[in-house]
């Protein structure tokens, strides 16, 4: 097994930790990372860039906890605020760059900003993320195609809301 392959499934274990009890969150941010993964591979991302947006989808929704907490609340942007130091924290120990630490705690610290997207890896998490909220939530397709055509960048993307939700 690959050094990125265990590094990912010891994140995915911290995370069912973290989760513990709460199996919908567990499973949001598994296919997340899943669907981030599919759409990361087929757009040929560099196997550093494809290891930082996998990390992000794994860890994208870390600030809900903390944001329940303190706010009893877990909007979109306080996800965002809660995010980033959580993150550092769960990343710590892992052997990944400061700069690696700092890319994700950024996508994480953005992953409902649909502005300012500056790279692959914010793009696909930004999709990714999307097509599992319309999912969970059965957007209609009026939305999923809406979202297609104003924010979805990559062809693999695209692809997999077709298929998802038949459009």
Do not use: W
């Amino acid at each position: 097994m690959n050094n990125t392959v265990e590094m990912n499934e010891t994140l995915i274990r911290k995370m069912l930790a973290y989760y513990s009890g709460d199996p919908a969150r567990i499973q949001h941010y598994t296919k997340v990372y899943t669907y981030a993964s599919m759409i990361g591979h087929a757009e040929h991302l560099s196997d550093e860039l494809q290891h930082i947006l996998e990390t992000a989808a794994i860890l994208h929704d870390i600030g809900i906890k903390i944001a329940e907490e303190k706010y009893h609340c877990s909007t979109g942007p306080l996800q965002e605020k809660e995010g980033p130091s959580i993150v550092r924290t769960f990343l710590a120990d892992s052997g990944m760059t400061e700069a690696q630490v700092e890319r994700i705690a950024y996508l994480v610290g953005h992953h409902h900003t649909l502005t300012g997207i500056d790279g692959m890896d914010y793009q696909i998490l930004i999709e990714a993320d999307y097509l599992v909220n319309a999912s969970e939530k059965t957007y209609s397709p009026a939305n999923v195609q809406n979202f297609m055509n104003t924010s979805m960048k990559t062809e693999s993307g695209k692809k997999l809301a077709k298929a998802l939700f038949r459009l």
